[in-house]
């Protein structure tokens, strides 16, 4: 069964910092695709982005940016010049075989 | 605007009563789902639906129901069987396929007085 692990349960920054949160998922499958939602304070999910296994080249998004290792079978998310609407509920995910799941989450508190 | 909908925003219930959550998507996606989170959690899945007519238990069914009467909503309900059920629910949907996001709803916060 595939599994994602978020190690980091809260992290605390001040403004302007960078930061990364860490996502590791297990998978006997060759064909699946990983994705990262924010979950404000207002409690809705919002998609961010989604990467498939075949494709690991990094993306740059604004301040967003992410990196999809299969060597370390790791899907990293990093935030440059960290604002205070930054501070969320960071989630993972992994989808296979029509089954999505999703890590533990990671809280981000940005401190201005 | 397309979209999903949950209603109510914020639920009581006194134990022992069922009470529906309500769950509609405009968005013509195939499969629906019911996810549960309590705090500090992620998200637990409680059932999910891939076709109208049809649905499939989650990691926790225990204490829940669903119908899918209708491609656009997926309405469960919290029965007295649930023994823990107040939590954050969150309703999502998404074109079949592994390739696609979810999409979700605002959710309901469902208490037990």
């Known amino acids: 069964a595939q599994k994602v692990t978020q190690a980091q349960t809260e992290i605390s920054v001040v403004e302007k910092e960078d930061v990364t949160l860490d996502c590791v998922y297990e998978t006997r499958d060759t064909t699946y695709y990983l994705f990262w939602y924010k979950q404000p304070p207002s409690g809705e999910l919002v998609f961010l982005i989604r990467?498939?296994?075949?494709?690991?080249q990094n993306e740059i998004s604004g301040r967003y940016s992410w990196n999809f290792q299969k060597s370390t079978s790791s899907f990293n998310f990093t935030i440059t010049a960290s604002q205070v609407v930054d501070s969320a509920v960071y989630f993972c995910?992994?989808?296979?075989?029509?089954?999505?799941?999703f890590g533990a989450g990671t809280r981000l508190t940005v401190k201005p | 605007d397309g979209g999903i909908t949950q209603s109510p925003k914020y639920l009581f219930r006194k134990e022992g009563q069922n009470v529906t959550l309500s769950c509609e998507q405009n968005?013509?996606?195939?499969?629906m789902y019911w996810y549960r989170q309590d705090p500090g959690q992620g998200l637990r899945l409680i059932y999910y639906s891939q076709i109208v007519n049809d649905f499939q238990k989650g990691d926790i069914a225990e204490g829940y129901s669903v119908s899918r009467e209708k491609k656009e909503s997926f309405p469960l309900t919290v029965t007295s069987a649930q023994k823990n059920p107040t939590a954050f629910y969150l309703c999502a949907s998404q074109f079949a396929g592994d390739a696609y996001e979810q999409f979700f709803g605002p959710g309901t916060r469902l208490t037990v007085l």
């Open positions: 990467r498939n296994s075949f494709d690991e």
């Open positions: 968005l013509n996606h195939d499969a």
């Open positions: 995910a992994l989808s296979e075989a029509n089954d999505m799941r």
